[in-house]
């Protein structure tokens, strides 16, 4: 890889609390040639004192930090810094942190035994506006959009629970409810058995709360 010019090389920091990691990330950006080492922290804690006063272009953040997590690093050094790019470098490949990370603002997510080989494109890449992900992840991505949406609880109900749910919520009795629909108190009854259990509520006021909030 060609070092890109000085002026151009993209600023980088590092936080990691296992110190060997830190260490071997530093020595790799340092020696790469094809960006500028700024600073590496131990913790979250120390990240949010320093990166906002040397601003690095890039930040590589574990996800695992003591106390205040990577995720909430990112979150909060973003709110403020919306110019830097943070490129989340963790063990854990599983989407509740994949979407977690994202949402709070990193713009790539690599797996720790990944090659050394593919960090250095993967900072240069996020630097330039992109979005480098491990194969692994990206595929969950995709895989994660792919998904139909969830259906609510309310979709669940019969045109005829939606019909006496709307009446429930409205203060009708259940003999009023028989009365205008033409059936009788049990079916009455049995339909808002059906809609307890589908709504995962166990009274009148709960179901009510729940369609007003639909």
């Given at each position: ?52 006063r ?47 990370s ?7 997510y ?10 250095l ?22 895989q994660?959009?792919?998904?139909p ?66």
């Open positions: 890889m060609t070092p890109p010019a000085e002026a151009k090389r993209p600023s980088v920091s590092i936080v990691e609390d296992n110190a060997e990691i830190r260490e071997n990330l530093t020595l790799l950006l340092r020696e790469s040639g094809a960006v500028r080492f700024l600073s590496s922290y131990a913790s979250a804690e120390q990240a949010l004192d320093g990166i906002p040397e601003q690095p272009d890039v930040v590589l953040m574990d996800i695992n930090l003591p106390k205040i997590s990577g995720i909430d690093c990112v979150r909060r050094l973003k709110d403020s810094h919306p110019e830097i790019h943070f490129l989340m470098l963790t063990v854990y490949d599983d989407s509740e942190n994949i979407f977690q994202l949402v709070a603002g990193a713009s790539g690599l797996i720790k035994r990944a090659a050394p080989d593919q960090l494109p993967a900072i240069l890449e996020v630097h330039r506006g992109g979005a480098p992900m491990s194969s692994a992840i990206a595929r969950k991505v995709v994660h959009f792919r998904k949406p969830p259906v609510s609880d309310l979709e669940k109900l019969t045109a005829r629970e939606e019909e006496v749910l709307q009446m429930l919520a409205q203060g009708s009795l259940y003999k009023e409810i028989a009365d205008r629909l033409a059936i009788t108190i049990d079916t009455v009854s049995k339909h808002i058995q059906g809609i307890y259990k589908k709504l995962h509520v166990r009274t009148r006021t709960e179901a009510t709360l729940k369609y007003l909030r639909r």
